[in-house]
């Protein structure tokens, strides 16, 4: 027992490395991100398309971890999994000394880990959820161990502000505490000049990063965000699909689920007020992913709030020893069954794709699965997607319109990184971004744009070659923002237009005189969302 109590931090580690080698995967969006860092690195600046500043990113700081961490590692899909196990380990590390180097309380903190699919899942993927994982985990350090310290403030806010800069909604759990502890109780307390100073102080990365970002890209939002909001679809077609996403993954993943709203009601009825703020908070963060239609991804999205939930039971653990050793036991079976899924489940078994959701791990894992790579038995990424031909079919220098960007762009910027890739979806692509979604099949996180023949003439020769006046307007403002030389002095007023709504109402007013019955003349997708405005289904 005394060799096990000195030892089981290390003896956890090895048992999630297990998992972490059977489970290690890296997701097509993932790559979105390799490609910028590519770009980078090959002296073109922090860009998708070489031709065009563009942020294609929507995780700044996962995407610096990565760009630094390339100097070390070149190679970006061994990088991504080095700092997926990393983070993590971090995390896990992070339980230990919360639950007070408790045995029972931390080996349940972990066992909860490894029950949650969702959890094990996202912790590789090349995205940023295991660094999400260790900001959370220093948020609770430091609310827990650092509350006296001098520089309290400075240290929380700084979290929050590596949180914001991680993934802006990571931030949205964490708001009612932090109104409550930077504004009423520093109030109370009569420390508010001190949390005030320190909490700007703080948050000065956030600040510096928005500054660059719109000196930089011309937006304050990632490129991404800007697509995947300025879609023109009724919110409550987002929201009946964001109570699909939750339905679904109760379904699919339930432990993952049923833990999150189970620690939820638990901290809202409680007496302690950090509990309670992180219950409403969660709350928050559950009607976020509603109304904004979550995720296509399985658990993706939960992740966040599970990883908060499993703080908030490991630090507020009673000593009751009967309590503990059941949950010890459901934990460890249902560890057991997530070890086996990993391990001996056939992956071809689980739902690659249903009512507009995907195990995104399970699509991926012949392509990119650590395992399969280390053994030299995975499929090569340029014959994943049947639409990667198009990159080689057409001339370097014509644009090829594509839908799946992770793995077509990083080929791209391995082979002929002088090659413009239009995203269809507008991920990439600021113009197409600033343009509703054309009218017929959708998926939550893919809202297709219309495209023609004057756009990509207009990429190819690098000049305005629309004719309809409004989209013309647009494309010369997108070009001031992404093409022309930074200080040239006409971008600060295409940037104004383009952060205050201005070139959005302009592209708005093109799009309606599109010819959307053409459009709709494409067979739709039986397996997506449809959209089609009753005017259109009138006529």
């Not at 989209?471 to 205050?500: C, G, M, T």
């Amino acid at each position: 027992m005394i060799f096990l109590r000195k030892n089981c931090f290390i003896f956890i580690v090895l048992i999630f490395s297990i998992f972490y080698l059977f489970s290690a995967w890296v997701a097509d969006d993932a790559y979105i991100t390799f490609r910028t860092i590519e770009n980078f690195h090959n002296g073109y600046g922090l860009r998708w398309n070489i031709t065009e500043r563009v942020q294609s990113y929507t995780h700044p700081l996962w995407m610096i971890n990565l760009l630094i961490g390339k100097y070390i590692i070149n190679d970006l899909y061994y990088l991504c999994l080095i700092l997926g196990f990393f983070y993590t380990v971090l995390t896990i590390y992070i339980i230990y000394l919360l639950s007070e180097k408790n045995i029972f309380n931390f080996t349940l903190g972990v066992l909860i880990l490894f029950s949650s699919k969702a959890a094990l899942d996202f912790s590789s993927s090349g995205l940023e959820n295991s660094l999400s994982y260790f900001l959370i985990a220093c948020f609770f350090y430091t609310i827990l161990k650092l509350k006296e310290h001098s520089h309290f403030y400075l240290i929380l806010s700084t979290v929050f502000s590596c949180m914001f800069l991680n993934r802006m909604d990571l931030i949205i759990p964490f708001l009612p505490f932090a109104f409550y502890i930077f504004f009423y109780q520093a109030y109370q307390e009569h420390r508010f000049k001190k949390s005030t100073i320190q909490g700007f102080i703080g948050f000065i990365p956030v600040i510096l990063w928005s500054i660059f970002a719109l000196y930089y890209y011309g937006s304050f939002f990632a490129n991404s965000v800007i697509a995947k909001t300025n879609t023109g679809l009724p919110t409550t077609h987002l929201q009946i699909q964001g109570f699909k996403y939750i339905y679904g993954n109760l379904i699919y993943d339930p432990f993952t689920s049923l833990f999150i709203y189970a620690t939820s009601i638990y901290s809202i009825f409680s007496k302690k007020y950090v509990n309670k703020l992180l219950g409403f908070g969660l709350a928050l963060y559950i009607f976020y992913l509603i109304h904004v239609g979550a995720d296509y991804m399985y658990g993706r999205f939960l992740t966040i709030p599970f990883i908060i939930s499993l703080f908030i039971v490991v630090t507020n653990l009673r000593k009751d020893l009967r309590i503990l050793k059941l949950a010890l036991v459901l934990g460890l079976v249902l560890s057991s069954y997530n070890l086996y899924q990993y391990t001996f489940k056939d992956i071809k078994s689980f739902e690659i794709s249903k009512n507009n959701f995907t195990d995104e791990r399970a699509f991926y894992y012949p392509t990119t699965s650590l395992l399969l790579t280390l053994q030299e038995n995975n499929r090569s990424i340029a014959d994943h997607f049947i639409e990667t031909r198009f990159i080689f079919e057409d001339h370097v220098t014509q644009p090829t319109a594509l839908h799946n960007m992770g793995f077509n762009g990083y080929i791209v910027s391995k082979l002929f990184p002088e090659k413009h890739i239009v995203d269809a979806l507008g991920l990439t692509d600021a113009f197409l971004a600033a343009h509703p979604m054309k009218y017929g099949s959708w998926r939550i996180g893919h809202f297709p744009r219309a495209l023609n023949a004057e756009y990509l003439n207009s990429i190819k020769y690098n000049q305005n070659l629309i004719t309809l006046p409004e989209d013309r307007a647009v494309l010369d403002q997108v070009f001031l923002l992404s093409r022309a030389p930074l200080n040239d002095s006409r971008r600060l007023e295409a940037i104004i237009k383009w952060n205050n709504g201005s070139t959005f109402k302009t592209a708005k007013q093109g799009f309606q005189h599109y010819p959307h019955k053409l459009l709709l003349q494409q067979n739709p997708d039986p397996k997506m969302n449809l959209w089609i405005p009753n005017n259109l289904n009138s006529d």
